[in-house]
């Protein structure tokens, strides 16, 4: 299957500082569903932010859908993103819209008939707990309502590409797991997803091959090896290795 993101040793500095992200190397097949874990600092953010182009990388080559976007003219961006869908920490939510208002706007912004608005969003909604609050605004919800929000205006339109940073810190584990669940039934339908998480309860019970990233360098860590036992021992390895 084609390659949706593609990064060769691509680093990322910014300003005058040290890299943050050193030597990059790595591609995701469409359909393909990733957890991305690593200690805070060590550069989860950084990388996600290169792959919904928010940055533009120091050095290296990367590519979205097959085209190679180090060289493209940034006023092309916005046809890129909106075929990608993102979870933000700080969820970034309209404060003068509703919930509803919220999340039907990407598919307003594309053009869909209202009725199908109201019937899509209504629906997830539902599905995400928040069907006693669809009229209700950002700035009197709470942490997990607001998250809540933001994955649903993320995952309405189908997109091609999901990213998702720590989109499970704000919940309880009865909605983490459905939220989850939700993740997993867009990738069935052909998402690309990438989940960064601190959750290693999660990665574990949701076995997906693993980003990991510490000190500015990834390695992938294959389905079989996701659990935590056996990423220590494949740190273990790698530093063994190293020594030789």
């Known amino acids: 299957m084609a390659e949706v993101i593609r990064f060769e040793n691509v680093g990322l500095r910014y300003g005058l500082g040290p890299e943050v992200l050193q030597d990059i190397t790595f591609g995701l097949e469409a359909g393909s569903f990733h957890f991305l874990i690593g200690p805070s600092g060590a550069g989860k953010s950084s990388l996600l932010r290169l792959m919904y182009l928010a ?43 509703s919930a509803f208002d919220n999340v039907a706007l990407p598919l ?27 009229d209700v605004r950002p700035p009197t919800m709470s942490g997990g309502q607001q998250q809540r929000v933001a994955i649903a205006r993320a995952v309405i339109a189908r997109p091609k590409i999901l990213y998702a940073d720590e989109p499970t810190g704000n919940v309880d584990d009865r909605i983490a797991d459905r939220l989850m669940h939700l993740f997993e039934e867009l990738n069935r339908l052909g998402t690309t997803v990438v989940i960064a998480t601190h959750n290693e309860a999660i990665v574990q019970e949701f076995g997906r091959p693993v980003l990991k990233i510490d000190g500015g360098r990834l390695d992938l860590i294959p389905t079989n090896n996701s659990n935590p036992e056996n990423i220590a021992e494949a740190e273990d390895a790698e530093l063994e290795e ?3």
């Not at 969003?121 to 609050?133: D, Q, R």
């Open 55 to 97: 940055h533009r990388q120091t050095r290296g080559m990367i590519s979205l859908f097959g085209r190679d976007v180090s060289v493209l003219p940034r006023e092309q961006f916005p046809k890129i993103r909106r075929r990608i869908g993102v979870v933000f920490q700080d969820f970034r939510l309209l404060p003068h819209l």
């Open 108 to 134: 307003r912004v594309a053009g869909v008939r209202e009725s199908e608005v109201r019937r899509h969003v209504e629906e997830l909604l539902i599905w995400v707990a928040l069907e006693n609050h669809m």
């Open 242 to 244: 190293g020594s030789e």
